[in-house]
Antibody, heavy 117, light 110 residues
Framework: EVQLVESGGGLVQPGGSLKVSCAAS????????MNWVRQAPGKGLEWVSY????????YYADSVKGRFTISRDNAKNSLYLQMNSLRAGDTAVYYC??????????WGHGTLVTVSS | QSVLTQPPSVSAAPGQKVTISCSGG????????VSWYQQLPGTAPKLLIS???KRPSGIPDRFSGSKSGTSATLGITGLQTGDEADYYC???????????FGGGTKLTVL
């Protein structure tokens, strides 16, 4: 059974940094591209970032480019999102999602990041 | 303002059929596959339809997807109260070099 479990969310001050993680199991993690998708409270879904299976290719939404960095450790079956220069508008539930080449095939339960003073 | 346009809400009675539209442009829907996601209240999104019209294992055939030009449609027949959820369309946008979603449609089963 495919499982994606996010962790690392919490309260951070504006301008601060936070790193969220996603632990994958139930599939060969190193064979799949991965994504981060976020959802602000009461709002819709927003794709954040993509990383290929070998980390050779990454993409970012314009809203986070230059501030967020996606990475992965295939030996640890883990996906990460380093978030710097956080703003109130980054407050959201952050989901990791396995890539299906043109769709998000499996989703984790999400981790809440709150940016507030 | 989402790149893809969905109606904010739709409603229908149990047992009836409903369609949810998703409108885009040539840089997204017009040249890429569309997928659909169901988000039940308080839960994570779940894949409903991939590659315009493919249902993953375990998704009932009451759910269907189609695409024509720069628009896509999700159809749900035999509505059940358990179908009440937010529904999102998604695709790749060539101009943005990234994935995009519609703003979401809240389905109410009256």
């Amino acid at each position: 059974e495919v499982q994606l479990v996010e962790s690392g969310g919490g309260l951070v001050q504006p301008g601060g940094s936070l790193k969220v993680s996603c632990a994958a199991s139930g599939f060969t993690f190193s064979s799949y591209s991965m994504n981060w998708v976020r959802q602000a409270p009461g709002k819709g879904l927003e794709w954040v970032s993509y990383i290929s299976s070998t980390s050779s290719t990454t993409y970012y939404a314009d809203s986070v480019k230059g501030r967020f960095t996606i990475s992965r450790d295939n030996a640890k079956n883990s996906l990460y999102l380093q978030m710097n220069s956080l703003r109130a508008g980054d407050t959201a539930v952050y989901y990791c999602a396995r890539d299906g080449n043109s769709y998000f095939e499996y989703w984790g339960h999400g981790t809440l990041v709150t940016v507030s003073s | 303002q989402s790149v893809l346009t969905q109606p904010p809400s739709v409603s229908a009675a149990p047992g009836q059929k409903v369609t949810i539209s998703c409108s885009g442009g040539s840089s997204n829907i017009g040249n890429n596959y569309v997928s659909w996601y169901q988000q039940l209240p308080g839960t994570a999104p779940k894949l409903l339809i991939s590659e315009n019209n493919k249902r993953p294992s375990g998704i009932p055939d009451r759910f269907s997807g189609s695409k024509s030009g720069t628009s896509a449609t999700l159809g749900i027949t035999g509505l059940q109260t358990g179908d009440e959820a937010d529904y999102y369309c998604g695709t790749w946008d060539n101009s943005l070099s990234g994935r995009v979603f519609g703003g979401g449609t809240k389905l109410t089963v009256l």
